[in-house]
DNA sequence: AAATGAAGTTAAACTAGATTAACATCTAAA
DNA sequence: TTTAGATGTTAATCTAGTTTAACTTCATTT
């Protein structure tokens, strides 16, 4: 039914007609990503909202003594860009670099621009989108406060077991905000009961 | 010209017309809270969006020992609610309090329903109301990360002045993730640099 | 099969920030 | 005017997590 993962992604939030959905796809851009390649990199202007439709992308902060702190992992179904830089048309503060090969599905702030125009539902599709995005980061702002390294790892666990077989350890070490050293202390500890 | 502060605040995102802003004012709720009365208790569904017309609220989450964690800070002209609590019409994940004697305009869950299919404009609005407070929320994670806490207070003060000199020492200790003493031992610093 | 490098482990020494506890200051009520 | 509660300070001790550095494991290239 739903050719595109695009479409069938935002059925699930709002119900676009045939004639809107041409438009849509019309107006967006396929591309696709080889291992570590950056879509976007700390500095430049971020140019497009991606949905990522297969591979596994990493969003980055890299501050002045050269320390990665990775912010979130993107998978299949998700969205991935850097909002601020995108909306206001300042340097990006963070870099989206691909940790699998990627393919995603590209708007541009123009195009987005035309599609909220003519098709009102998608201001309803990305507003609920972005309230849920808001919901987790401050979820993950109160874990970081009030749980230990530890807690933060199994919680990480079981929120995404897919993410955690597909990326290395010291990419989820900087996800949680410790070292690599010390995530492979918590997760012997975690063994050896 | 603007008799309502919440109409002059939308009014510099979207242009509602007078029967739309009618509509608008029929549909909100204002309300009077005291010094310390809560507007969302922690595991209560949050039932409203809060508009702050004056006055301070803390936004915290109590862990099982018993510790604040303070997420945000709300003064005039700013937005407060649990939006997963109210969104999803689950048991709220914070509380939000009153710093000071506070006035505020509500929408419900219901009205806002109404309004956003009554005037389409509002789904930009608040679109871009949690844009902001997403970007601004991830900019936090990253500067929880990759900043001492010394650091941070500065980057506070900077950004907060109004609400530094309005919320005991105590709360902005809670916010940045330390605690009072430390916090006291960092002003100290910087005062005998 | 050896060599290179990326990823992960272990352990010792170190530090930012927590904990505990005693004391100081301020305010508002009685 | 005293008292009590809330807020803030100082200092000693403690700990979660960092740093540094040496070592292991595994995959890829030559």
């Not at 041409?22 to 291992?35: A, Q």
């Not at 439709?53 to 979130?72: D, R």
């Not at 989206?96 to 998608?122: A, G, H, R, S």
């Not at 993410?163 to 410790?178: D, F, K, T």
Request: net charge positive; with cysteine.
């Amino acid at each position: 039914m739903n050719k595109d993962p695009l479409l069938g992604y935002i059925s699930t939030y709002v119900k676009l007609t045939a004639e809107e959905e041409t438009l849509l796809l019309s107006k967006v851009i396929y591309r696709s990503y080889l291992k570590d390649q950056y879509i976007v990199q700390q500095g430049d202007v971020c140019k497009s909202i991606n949905f990522i439709t297969s591979g596994c992308t990493k969003t980055f902060y890299m501050n002045a003594k050269g320390q990665e702190h990775i912010v979130s992992f993107s998978i299949e179904d998700w969205w991935t860009s850097d909002l601020g830089s995108f909306i206001n048309k300042t340097p990006a503060d963070f870099n989206i670099q691909c940790v699998e090969n990627t393919k995603l599905i590209q708007f541009t702030n123009e195009n987005m621009e035309e599609l909220y125009e003519k098709i009102p539902k998608l201001e309803r599709l990305f507003r609920k989108i972005v309230e849920r995005a808001f919901i987790s980061s401050q979820k993950r702002i109160i874990r970081n406060f009030s749980l230990s390294a530890k807690e933060r790892y199994q919680i990480f666990k079981e929120t995404y077991p897919k993410i955690e077989q597909r990326v290395p350890q010291y990419m989820i070490a900087s996800y949680l905000g410790i070292t690599k050293e010390f995530l492979s202390k918590i997760k012997s500890q975690l063994l050896h009961h």
